[in-house]
């Protein structure tokens, strides 16, 4: 069954973790959804010397406040009450003191002052950055209050004019929370209708259902007059009748009067008023305590399951976030580099995906081959075996003798310097398959999700990837102009033999001149065998490039695209590797967060769960 305790325990403990973290609330620079603002908390609220500090110690139970006379208060103090068991001695730690135990309460008081001066200076100036506190005492109920500067209307020596607004704001931004319980903190030697802390509990908290309010100073009213129009709600009503309450006065204060003679003294001054001896069993800050408690209660019970399913929810999103980041990185060498083979591998398997299909890449490669008969038809061979050319370079060939049968040397010739042409189209192939292979290790290496954080992995990756791809394709350019070559130191006798065997004299033609020794037609026939050759080798070289290519490049790739990469791996040292496994600064940091945030997330719900809910 969750007790009171037990329940504003468990909120009390969230905070912790929210503070712990950096989330104070308000969301300053976090972009992660805050907690804070889901828990509640109770602030006091009034204008300066109202009773506010004094009003938390008596709730406390424990003198440790600076109080007195003008702004003292000026930054937020949270304060969490911890309930611990009978016979514990009390004692206090602050947030920015860590492990370090505070029994003298009078050294709390001390701290809290130097812990103020350090960010405002010794000055009259307010800052809103808070200070946390918690106490563990028997003696308390589990509740987080926050004690704040006094509402205040003019700017004082060493005061900023901004100074009533800046304090005016500070006070909203906690109490404009609609789970903040507003301690409306009003001095009965005062009209309630000028107290500044009913005004701004009235605007933030128009129907009154969060605001308690706490009529200070019974004590010091004039003679003859008393507080029971407010008391009793016939002033101003909130949706709770107001407490009315005794604090020590500073002269109390001067002699050290302690706090159970005060309580004492405030549960005498309520019996024994012939005004207020009725009301006396909802008098006084123990009832004060005791009321509070019981409505956090309330107040928590009813957030619990807004409370339980945002932190689920954030639970899911940091998981999903710490996914997509990945592990943190090994400081074993030897994880390292099986950290790296892994990454390496799952490159790997998507640069295959692309060559293989699966992914793009592949097809564009095979377009490169569909380009070569297009590229091979444009070559200028009706320009190189012109008539004109042909008969050039026969004669050339024949020298001073022409020959007997055949123009054997012209041929030759003519074959060989037509086959050069090849070697243009079948280096372009070469070139093309190489840009898009660099193409589709860079494209990879940027679809590898797990790579992603490693900057410098990446980087020597891609680097790896193109320098065995320019080994690879220095070597398909050897083969395939190894191919032309070979078609034009070896040619195919029988495709000659086949052609009709004819010497034709170059005479009786009409355009024959003197120095013509064969007709027109016989050159042409010449240029025309010699292109139904090249015409022949240009389909075997159609077939074979691609074949070279992908055996070079392609298959390669896909084959051993890092073996040369883990070769180098392999001799690399721990100081190396984890180099290699550098990441991204800012990445590594947001991991940080998140897993600490995720965490406190889990603490939080694991901490609901072991409390029953039920009653
Ligand atoms: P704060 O500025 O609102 O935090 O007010 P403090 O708690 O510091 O109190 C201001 C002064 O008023 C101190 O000297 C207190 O002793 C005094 N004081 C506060 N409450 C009472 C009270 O109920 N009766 C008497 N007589 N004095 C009080
Ligand atoms: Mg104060």
Not at 379 to 401: C, E, I, T, W
Not at 404 to 424: D, H, T, V, W
Not at 493 to 518: H, I, K, M, N
Request: proline share 4%; net charge neutral.
């Amino acid at each position: 069954m969750a007790t009171m305790e037990s329940l504003i325990g468990l909120v009390n403990r969230i905070q912790t973790a929210c503070t712990l973290l950096g989330d104070h609330g308000g969301g300053a620079g976090s972009a992660l959804p805050t907690l804070w603002e889901q828990l509640p908390s109770v602030a006091v609220v009034g204008g300066q010397s109202s009773g506010k500090s004094s009003v938390l110690e008596s709730i406390v139970g424990r003198d440790f406040l600076p109080r007195g006379s003008g702004i003292v208060t000026r930054r937020p103090l949270v304060l969490q009450l911890h309930k611990s068991e009978q016979g514990m001695e009390d004692y206090a730690e602050f947030l920015h003191l860590e492990k370090k135990r505070f029994t003298d309460f009078s050294a709390v008081r001390k701290e809290i002052q130097v812990e103020t001066d350090r960010v405002t200076g010794r000055s009259n100036r307010i800052s809103n950055v808070p200070i946390h506190l918690s106490i563990y005492s028997p003696n308390v109920v589990d509740l987080t209050l926050i004690d704040l500067p006094g509402l205040t209307n003019v700017a004082v020596e060493g005061q900023p004019e901004t100074i009533v607004q800046d304090i005016d704001n500070m006070v909203r931004c906690y109490v404009e929370k609609p789970n903040c319980i507003i301690l409306a903190i009003t001095p009965a030697n005062q009209d309630v209708a000028t107290s500044d802390a009913v005004k701004i509990a009235r605007e933030v908290d128009p129907t009154g259902e969060r605001t308690f309010g706490v009529l200070t100073k019974l004590d010091l009213m004039d003679r003859g007059t008393n507080a029971l129009d407010v008391l009793e709600g016939r002033s101003y009503r909130f949706k709770y009748p107001w407490v009315g309450i005794v604090n020590r006065s500073q002269a109390d204060i001067n002699t050290n009067m302690d706090m159970i003679a005060a309580r004492r003294r405030e549960r005498d001054f309520f019996s024994a008023s012939p005004d207020y001896g009725h009301l006396a069993s909802k008098m006084g800050s123990e009832y004060l305590a005791k009321l509070l408690s019981k409505h956090l209660e309330s107040v928590i019970r009813a957030r619990i399951p807004g409370i339980s399913s945002m932190i689920n929810q954030s639970i899911n999103e940091l998981e999903s976030e710490l996914d997509r980041f990945g592990r943190p990185v090994s400081l074993d060498a030897g994880a390292q580099l099986y950290t790296i083979l892994e990454l390496c591998r799952a490159f790997d398997q998507i640069f295959k995906e692309h060559l293989d299909g699966g992914r793009a890449g592949g097809d564009r490669i095979y377009a490169v081959f569909n380009q070569l008969p297009v590229a091979l038809r444009r070559l200028p061979f009706d320009r190189h075996l012109s008539l004109q050319n042909v008969r050039k370079v026969v004669s050339l060939a024949d020298g001073y003798q022409p020959h007997l049968i055949a123009p054997e040397q012209g041929y030759r010739r003519l074959i060989e310097s037509s086959l050069n042409y090849f070697r243009g189209p079948a280096e372009d192939s070469v070139d093309e398959v190489h840009f898009l292979l660099k193409e589709t290790a860079r494209r990879s290496i940027g679809e590898t999700q797990e790579l992603r954080r490693f900057p410098t992995l990446q980087a020597e990756l891609a680097a790896a990837a193109n320098e065995a791809l320019e080994r690879f394709r220095e070597d398909s350019k050897k083969t395939i102009l190894r191919l032309v070559d070979m078609e034009s130191s070896y040619l195919t006798v029988d495709f000659f033999r086949r052609l009709p065997q004819e010497v034709e004299r170059g005479e009786g033609t009409s355009s024959a001149t003197s120095d013509d020794r064969y007709s027109e037609a016989y050159f042409r026939r010449i240029g025309s065998n010699v292109s139904s050759y090249v015409g022949m080798v240009s389909e075997t070289l159609r077939n074979s490039i691609p074949k070279a290519v992908v055996h070079c490049q392609v298959r390669e790739a896909k084959r051993s695209l890092l073996d040369h990469f883990y070769t180098q791996l392999g001799r690399k040292e721990g100081r190396q590797l984890a180099q290699l496994l550098d990441e991204n600064p800012e990445l590594m940091e947001r991991r940080q967060q998140c897993a600490k945030r995720l965490q406190l997330c889990k603490a939080a719900r694991d901490e609901i769960d072991s409390v029953s809910w039920s009653r």
